[in-house]
């Protein structure tokens, strides 16, 4: 089992920048990819970054340039730096683990971005 502890959510202005953590603890071992999702309130969760063990990232469109997913494999923790917030990044947002075929949630951090 893993699990998964999203932090560092809140209200933040337009504009403004937020960095999420994602602490991973329990069978850590062989964990590959990690992932943030993001879900909207009467939207789907969807696909916001990933990156693998070996540090190759990915995002979706619309965050391309104003978010950085990062990772530290010796504290076992994924971070996603939120810059040039805008409110339709408003969401609860999610960490996901990839192991050995199986995925683990975490519970979501909310993200509100409004003036």
């Known amino acids: 089992q893993v699990q998964l502890v999203e932090s560092g959510g809140g209200w933040v202005q337009p504009g403004g920048s937020l960095r999420l953590s994602c602490a991973a603890s329990?069978?850590?071992?062989?964990?590959?990819?990690m992932y943030w999702y993001r879900q909207a309130p009467g939207k789907e969760r969807e696909f916001v970054a990933v990156?693998?063990?070996?540090?190759?990232?990915n995002y979706v469109g619309s965050v391309k340039g104003r978010f950085t997913i990062s990772r530290d494999n010796a504290k076992n923790t994924v971070y996603l730096q939120m810059n040039s917030l805008k409110p339709e990044d408003t969401a609860v947002y999610y960490c996901?683990?990839?192991?050995?075929?199986?995925?683990?949630w975490g519970q979501g951090t909310q993200v509100t971005v409004s003036s």
């Open positions: 996901k683990a990839d192991k050995q075929g199986l995925e683990y």
């Open positions: 329990g069978s850590i071992f062989s964990i590959s990819h």
């Open positions: 990156i693998s063990r070996g540090g190759t990232t």
